[in-house]
């Protein structure tokens, strides 16, 4: 194609990918399949999500086992009543670790990820790398992210293929009878809502 | 056919080219029914503009890591799940 647009992203930089995505949604707009709201809407809904709102799902659960029995029956359901609007027509599934059980997320086809809740995933999330080794070594993963479960845990994959979108339901950290729910929701990682660690110990928040 | 929670299955090793979300590992390899998640439009047609209808039928499907990797480094009761569409399996012989 010899007609060349130059869309300069902020930093002097053009990927590929990002001119074939601008060239794309000229497409779309000049064919009117698409409208400049709708743009902008999505990307504003994507905004609005992120780990913050699977911490507070996670903080309730833990102060509250009548949400924690709805949460894990009923994802979506879970997340509205805290105000969220989890519209997608994929499922949301709750798994909840245990002294027993731990969960760990991944999805090897593409990047599946609760995205309808806690917003874009992490870059890591997405690499080859971790969709690869995350089914096949999910113990060497974690360790690499300085976490290791407990002797006698067994370790569980889940690996998204299809139409549900995971998220683990931590452990709650020993120590923090006596935290709020909101303080509760600041120990509450988003990795530990993919399962590779598990949540901060409130002394290491107290620390900064 | 219908699979009901416990019944041991065959991930089909078939090479249907295009869209499929049957991962190329589990191919071939025997699991166990964990639950029916629900039916949703076949991804396979939805991929490329049909309705996929009628809906097909998702379940969760265990393995042993052990099952999967003849090298696994870990205990034998570490478990992988994946959603696998009932197209996708067949009936097993013998138990887990």
Redesign the interface.
């Known amino acids: 194609m010899s007609d060349h647009h130059s869309h300069q992203e902020p930093g002097g930089t053009t990927s590929p990918y990002a001119a074939r995505i601008r060239a794309i949604e000229a497409l779309l707009l000049e064919k009117g399949i698409l409208e400049e709201p709708e743009v902008q809407d999505s990307i504003s809904y994507m905004e609005a999500r992120s780990p913050a709102n699977g911490a507070k799902l996670v903080a309730r659960a833990w102060v509250d086992p009548d949400f924690k029995a709805l949460l894990l029956s009923d994802g979506k359901a879970a997340a509205s009543e805290l105000g969220m609007a989890p519209q997608h027509p994929a499922e949301f599934i709750v798994v909840e670790n245990t002294p027993e059980v731990h969960n760990l997320i991944v999805c090897t086809l593409c990047s599946c990820y609760p995205r309808a809740i806690l917003g874009r995933p992490p870059d890591w999330y997405k690499s080859f790398e971790y969709r690869s080794r995350a089914v096949r070594e999910p113990r060497a993963v974690m360790r690499e992210f300085g976490f290791e479960p407990p002797e006698g845990v067994e370790v569980i994959v889940h690996d998204s293929t299809a139409d549900v979108r995971y998220m683990v339901l931590p452990i709650r950290p020993p120590d923090t009878e006596d935290l709020s729910e909101e303080d509760l929701a600041r120990l509450v990682t988003r990795d530990s809502l993919v399962g590779v660690s598990a949540p901060r110990s409130p002394s290491r928040t107290s620390r900064g | 056919m219908t699979f009901e929670p416990g019944e041991r299955v065959r991930v089909l090793p078939s090479e249907k080219p295009g869209h499929v979300?049957?991962?190329a590992?589990l191919k071939g390899k025997v699991g166990w029914v964990e639950s029916l998640?629900?039916a949703?439009p076949n991804?396979e047609e939805l991929a490329y503009g049909h309705s996929g209808l009628p809906e097909r039928p998702?379940y969760?499907v265990g393995f042993r890591?052990t099952d999967?990797?003849k090298d696994?480094?870990?205990?034998a009761?570490?478990?992988?799940?994946?959603?696998?569409?009932e197209h996708w399996l067949k009936p097993e012989r013998g138990t887990t």
Request: no cysteine; hydrophobic share 35%.
């Open positions: 979300r049957t991962p590992y998640i629900g949703f991804p998702l969760k890591q999967l990797w696994y480094r870990g205990p009761e570490d478990f992988l799940y994946a959603d696998i569409y």
